[in-house]
């Protein structure tokens, strides 16, 4: 009865914080725009308390946008089988091929060789090896993998609050690398199909974002390495071969990656292979169940597959189709069109700074759903770059480093009882400062 108790003050929650936000919005809205802003609200508001599951959560948009005539049932259910979400399953079970062969014990074990066995030398190798980790997998998955092996590497409090935030900040980093390596990525990517405009390849997004992402690194490391100086620390760096199973894997991640490659673009030498990458990723995840590779079984391993994060991408896509459907997008950006007398710079720094502090205390892929259809309509209506403006809202919706609730790597981290929400909020303001100085300057003087 407890349990139960709590959930219906979880959703009592959410009608009022919906109610509330229609009857705002009524003022400024039309009746459709404010239905929509109230179901979103009561939408955001059940992530945030998890007042339902998530997957629940997530499949609501089916149900509730046709019942208050916001979008049709094919209208809302197509965009759950966006092209972009299967990309993700690809990438995905990859990852769980990774997980169940161990591979990434061995990855990660390279990565703290190119260190030194010192407290800052191993802050660095936590952030950059859950990074690039984190690029290619899920960064809940990262930082699951790599917070126990963290904690085992010393006794001392003040390091394993570090070492434990080193995997959550670098997770959270180095999804910005890769299209795949965060939800929000994908949003882009699935908004600027729909509008038809040219896509960022594989290889393009990721030859953007390095520069950022290793700036990033060396930021989060350098700011939790401050005051460790002289603490002793022993790291074990026993040499593990590679198994059969880990180098079937490693094969395939490595053929992945090399037709990613071949795939990208580079005008005026290489036009690429023309492929779609959804089809190259998911490809490459179902070979791992068949022979001779046959890492996964679908039986033993389906449950690993996160079809709850593939609902939210669908529940995501549909808040932007709902966004441009209604005219809210147009509406909002309307309202918005007193920033225009602005430099675009001060523009870009309004935008980094709205984005960065709200995904503190919301879910990023319904804040990237909720913004990008708002920030294409301001950028149409006054002649900005749109692809450039909705590029940075979506980098900033992963700098989510001060809060428990923002990301799930930091939520990890929290559990781990190493750390106070006090201490993430304090590195966590600091590494929000940077990233969105260093996303401006990034956008303003190399994107353009």
Not at 154 to 170: E, H, W
Not at 225 to 247: C, F, P, R, W, Y
Not at 357 to 379: G, Q
Not at 411 to 419: F, N, V
Request: with cysteine; hydrophobic share 55%; net charge neutral.
């Amino acid at each position: 009865m407890g349990e139960s108790s709590v959930i219906y003050k979880k959703l009592a929650v959410a009608f009022l914080v919906a109610f509330g936000v229609f009857a705002a919005a009524f003022m400024l809205f039309s009746p459709m725009q404010s239905l929509l802003l109230g179901v979103i609200a009561f939408l955001v508001t059940l992530w945030t308390n998890e007042g339902l599951s998530l997957g629940v959560v997530s499949l609501l948009p089916i149900i509730l946008f046709p019942s208050f005539s916001i979008l049709s049932v094919s209208q809302t259910t197509q965009n759950y089988a966006n092209p972009i979400i299967f990309l993700f399953l690809g990438g995905f079970l990859l990852a769980i091929g990774v997980e169940k062969t161990k591979l990434h014990e061995w990855i990660a074990q390279k990565m703290f060789s190119f260190f030194p066995a010192t407290p800052r030398g191993i802050i660095f190798s936590l952030v950059i090896t859950s990074g690039l980790l984190s690029s290619l997998l899920s960064n809940t998955t990262t930082t699951l993998l790599l917070i126990s092996i963290a904690l085992y590497l010393t006794q001392n409090p003040k390091l394993k609050m570090r070492f434990a935030l080193s995997i959550a900040y670098g997770a959270s980093i180095g999804g910005i690398l890769t299209p795949i390596g965060t939800p929000p990525n994908l949003i882009l990517l699935g908004f600027m199909q729909e509008k038809g405009m040219e896509l960022f390849s594989f290889m393009e997004w990721s030859w953007m974002m390095l520069p950022l992402v290793f700036a990033m690194f060396f930021v989060a490391a350098f700011l939790l390495s401050i005051g460790v100086d002289g603490v002793a620390i022993k790291v074990e760096n026993e040499s593990k071969k590679l198994t059969k199973e880990q180098k079937k894997v490693l094969l395939l991640i490595g053929g992945a990656v090399l037709l990613l490659l071949l795939n990208a673009p580079f005008k005026p030498y290489w036009n690429g292979l023309g492929w779609s990458e959804t089809v190259i990723l998911l490809g490459f995840g179902l070979l791992l169940f068949v022979p001779p590779f046959h890492t996964l079984d679908w039986m033993d391993d389906k449950a690993k597959i996160p079809f709850r994060i593939m609902f939210l991408f669908g529940a995501g896509f549909s808040i932007a189709s709902a966004f441009s459907a209604t005219g809210l997008a147009d509406s909002v950006a309307s309202y918005l069109v007193a920033l225009i007398e602005l430099e675009p710079i001060l523009i870009l720094l309004a935008v980094a700074v709205l984005v960065t502090f709200t995904t503190e205390i919301t879910s990023n892929t319904a804040l990237v759903s909720v913004m990008l259809p708002i920030i294409y309509a301001l950028s149409q209506q006054c002649g900005l770059d749109a692809k450039l403006f909705m590029t940075v809202a979506t980098v900033c919706a992963s700098y989510a480093f001060m809060l428990p609730i923002a990301t799930p790597p930091n939520a990890i981290a929290m559990s781990s009882g190493t750390l106070k929400v006090s201490d993430m909020a304090k590195y966590g303001f600091v590494l929000n400062i940077a990233g969105i100085l260093l996303v401006v300057f990034m956008a303003e003087f190399f994107w353009k």
